[in-house]
């Protein structure tokens, strides 16, 4: 990115590390659908940037301080009734995803969403709705057949920008939850 933004949209996520990132990439070759981001768990979905780029970094930097690295746990396949777009649950990790989430969505970056936090991975869709049956059905088979563990460390969120097309999101700082080495982080860098 050449300069700092001033206006846009941004979210806060964490990417899946590998093989899940390969393994739910080929889910949605498999399946269909329309939507193509990068595997992740969002924390901050989007919403307007309404202050200066640093005082966001600063205020989420701030946040952050005292959450340790967590591991979170996917568990069943399942669809959102209001979208048709099929998602992993979250199980174990989703507390502290919850209150990463309710911590952060406040001052600068509060926002009212148009949906419930549910921690989760979007796999695909949407869908029309007379096909989502077979679909999750198809899903189900291919999460339960598949070989990668369902667990994984979270240790690092990525802030998201784009100025107004959803589908090109630029990463614009990456956030270390404390105890992570740095050897061990998939940098922002990596993922685009």
């Not at 869709?125 to 979270?154: C, I, K, Y």
Request: glycine share 6%.
């Amino acid at each position: 990115m050449t300069k700092m933004p001033d206006g846009g949209l941004i979210a806060l996520v964490c990417y899946l590390p590998e093989p899940l990132n390969t393994t739910l990439q080929n889910f949605r070759e498999v399946l269909g659908g329309s939507y193509s981001a990068i595997p992740h768990i969002t924390i901050l979905a989007p919403r307007p940037l309404q202050a200066g780029i640093e005082a966001v970094e600063q205020y989420i930097t701030a946040t952050l301080a005292p959450y340790p690295a967590f591991t979170v746990e996917l568990s069943q396949l399942l669809s959102f009734p209001a979208t048709n777009v099929l998602y992993l649950a979250v199980d174990a990790g989703s507390d502290v995803l919850t209150h990463l989430h309710v911590a952060l969505n406040t001052g600068e970056l509060s926002y009212r969403e148009a949906h419930e936090f549910t921690p989760h991975v979007t796999v695909a869709g949407p869908f029309d709705s007379t096909a989502l049956p077979g679909l999750l059905e198809r899903a189900n088979e291919l999460w339960s057949t598949q070989g990668s563990t369902r667990s994984f460390p979270v240790r690092e969120l990525i802030l998201l920008w784009t100025d107004s097309d959803v589908h090109r999101w630029e990463p614009l700082r990456s956030f270390t939850l404390r105890n992570t080495p740095k050897e061990l982080l998939a940098t922002a860098a990596n993922r685009t």
